[in-house]
């Protein structure tokens, strides 16, 4: 009994599935490479893939509004290109201050964003496909047309990624910083419990008191400057700004979130989730290769995971609604 009951609480439950097929997903590649699972590697993994992580927890809120955001990435490099170009011509020289600004021209964009989608009611779609090409074109401009910061133009930024706190690189602490903060905030404030509330039925949110235009607003905001912050880290960890900085990166954010089990229409993800199914794409980027894999195969083999994941949340959670119809008929 004991066995069907924990048996079931793990098919019952996505995150519960998703932690198991990670495992699986481990444990096949170390047998294939035993390289794979050792300390470097998987701190590696981790700081290579920190900026979907990171951006995975904004587009989580996002995505709980029945929203979409594919402007982050050019945010990213906007952002990430300002503080290149701020450290090659030494306006600014300290670590902290790029970050901040970085993360100042990420919720700016953000609130643009924002702004249009829930005050002028312009479909998420539409808006960011607009600012995905404006804020990419805005780091081009800031970039003179194509110039790069270096590695040698970056000074001290660059030590960020590689300064290791307790044995762990500085990034790896802002990934898990960002983890807990969201866990609380989605899970234990009332802010967190309004975008939930937006997202499953925005008429009632609004007759319960909640302003729904405010709580779209500030998952723009937040999406933005955890965009700033994508940007700044991918400065840091590849120790280089350019314009075109993760180009099409946007689609591994919101394939972490729908494998995640965040749900498209709004309503249902979890912070978990997100950082399970963030983990799921950083570990299949990684072992391709080592068993492999060309890039080609790489995007193929993702494209027919989040398939077969959306697939899978459809099916469950029409699975769910009719369990749930059942028992109020009982």
């Given amino acids: 009994m004991k066995e069907k009951s924990v048996l079931k609480k793990i098919t019952g439950s996505r995150e519960a599935l998703l932690a198991v097929i990670l495992i699986l997903l481990f444990a096949i ?7 794979f699972l050792t300390p470097k590697s998987i701190m590696d993994m981790l700081k290579n893939n920190a900026v979907t992580m990171v951006m995975s927890l904004g587009m989580l809120c996002v ?3 029945g929203g979409i955001d594919i402007s982050i990435m050019s945010t990213l490099a906007l952002s990430g290109m300002a503080i290149g170009m701020l ?3 030494n306006h600014i020289s300290n670590t902290f201050v790029a970050f901040v600004i970085a993360l100042a021209i990420g919720a700016a964009c953000g609130l643009v964003v924002g702004l249009v989608i829930s005050r002028a009611d312009v479909p998420p779609i539409i808006a960011t496909m607009g600012f995905m090409y404006v804020y990419r074109a805005m780091g081009y401009l800031i970039s003179n047309g194509g110039e790069w910061a270096s590695a040698a133009a970056l000074g001290s930024f660059k030590d960020f990624a590689t300064t290791k706190i ?9 990934i898990i910083i960002c983890y807990v903060l969201f866990f609380f905030f989605m899970k234990w404030t009332r802010t967190g419990r309004k975008i939930y509330a937006v997202g499953s039925n925005a008429n009632a949110a609004e007759v319960s008191g909640i302003n729904v235009k405010n709580i779209k607003l500030m998952v723009y905001v937040i999406m933005g400057i955890l965009s700033g912050l994508g940007g700044a880290l991918q400065v840091s960890v590849y120790a280089s700004a350019m314009p075109d900085m993760q180009q099409g990166g946007e689609m591994d954010v919101i394939a972490a979130c729908v494998i995640g089990g965040v749900s498209m229409s709004g309503g249902r993800g979890t912070v978990l989730g997100a950082l399970l199914g963030s983990l799921i794409l950083a570990t299949i980027a990684k072992a391709l290769p080592l068993v492999g894999f060309d890039a080609l195969w790489q995007n193929t083999i993702k494209g027919v995971l989040i398939l077969v994941v959306v697939v899978a949340n459809v099916v469950l959670q029409r699975v769910a609604d009719r369990s749930a119809l059942k028992g109020r008929e009982m």
């Avoid at 307790?166 to 602490?173: E, N």
């Fill in 166 to 174: 307790l044995g762990m690189s500085c990034v790896i602490w802002v």
């Fill in 63 to 65: 995505m709980l509004v």
């Fill in 29 to 35: 590649v170390t047998v294939i490479s035993p390289s």
């Fill in 87 to 89: 450290l090659k011509y």
